[in-house]
């Protein structure tokens, strides 16, 4: 345990990550129910008030150590939606895969914490910390079918949910999915062709990067 010296030397910026940083090793190493306020203290050699200082509870700490990026990352990219009409369904939906998928892989970390914390009752469905940036999403994805006069055969709300959760399924488990020699571009081609016939629109041809 940090003695009061180390922690009055400490910013308020650097005792909330150190305290980010135990929480997010909690998380993955025993789970969201397992996990306590007190742990995280432990973990992170701060008191127990000093994490309340900075989080009200451990459903928001969740919040900010697992889906955190996840929620900045969509609420970005839905913000951006039906900006740019010249952009085809195909390389629209591309974008957003390739951007998913990499923030994934890279930090697979999001990906464990988030499957650490499912099944808890105040994360889960309108509960759950991705339920809003979720539905940005879907008024973003509106937002560029009326705009483009785009054309969609399912219902995107499913769409939406689905789209993600394949992205989030590959990038957790594409090391045991894929060969080691996979082209990532590939698999994000191949995720942008089947999200997009699932929601009833053909490409006519393959995903560009952007």
């Known amino acids: 345990m940090a003695t ?3 922690r009055r030397r400490r910013s308020s910026a650097e005792v909330r990550n150190l305290i980010i940083d135990a929480a997010s090793a909690e998380f993955i190493d025993i789970g969201f129910e397992r996990t306590s306020i007190k742990s995280i203290a432990r973990r992170a050699s701060v008191t127990e008030s000093m994490v309340y200082r900075h989080f009200t509870s451990k459903a928001e700490l969740f919040q900010a150590t697992a889906a955190e990026p ?3 990352f969509m609420n970005g990219f839905a913000a951006t939606l039906g900006t740019d009409t010249r952009l085809s369904p195909t390389d ?8 998913l998928y990499d923030l994934c892989t890279t930090n697979r970390q999001i990906l464990v ?3 650490a914390g499912a099944g808890e009752d105040k994360l889960t469905g309108e509960g759950s910390p991705l339920t809003p ?7 973003g994805v ?3 079918m009326t705009a483009s006069g785009a054309t969609a055969t399912s219902d995107l709300r499913h769409a939406v949910r689905l789209a993600v959760a394949l992205v989030l399924g590959t990038a957790l488990g594409g090391d045991a999915l894929f060969p080691t020699a996979a082209d990532s571009r590939d698999i994000k081609s191949s ?3 089947f999200v997009l016939f699932g929601v009833g629109y053909t490409p006519t041809g393959t995903a560009n990067e952007p």
């Open 4 to 6: 009061s010296t180390d």
């Open 70 to 72: 996840l929620v900045e």
């Open 92 to 99: 629209v939906t591309f974008r957003f895969i390739s951007g």
């Open 113 to 115: 914490s988030l499957v």
């Open 133 to 139: 940036c979720l539905h940005a999403l879907m008024d």
């Open 142 to 144: 509106h937002r560029y």
């Open 191 to 193: 995720l942008t062709q």
